[in-house]
């Protein structure tokens, strides 16, 4: 499962590569660089299209960056932080994790309870 993170980090490396998106600020690190308990410490959302699900998901580092794109985007998928880092335990098949989003995006829920990481 950490293959979702991976993909997250490499999109995020293509993107940083682009010269007019790059960061020269030494005081940001770049999202490649965030471990998941860092990502969650920031305010961060990221969507992300999904080979595996076949359609966009957002990481999102909290459940106030969550409220924030379901304002934009109501039927929009996000996983927190929380949630990736019990993912990657969980460690599910394909076809379990297409089962895991299937239940999250019908009932619009969550896949843990709100646990501080």
């Not at 490499?10 to 590569?17: G, S, T």
């Not at 990221?46 to 969550?66: A, G, H, R, T």
């Amino acid at each position: 499962m950490s293959t979702i993170w991976d993909t997250i980090l490499d999109k995020n490396k293509e993107v940083n590569n682009q010269p007019e998106q790059k960061n020269n600020s030494k005081n940001i690190l770049p999202i490649s660089e965030l471990t998941i308990n860092e990502f969650a410490k920031r305010n961060l959302a990221i969507p992300l299209y999904s080979e595996i699900l076949k359609e966009e998901i957002w990481f999102c580092s909290n459940e106030s960056m969550v409220q924030k794109i379901k304002q934009d985007n109501p039927d929009a998928v996000c996983y927190t932080a929380s949630e990736l880092l019990e993912l990657i335990r969980l460690n599910p098949s394909r076809e379990s994790l297409k089962k895991i989003h299937l239940s999250k995006s019908t009932f619009n829920g969550t896949l843990i309870n709100n646990e501080k990481i």
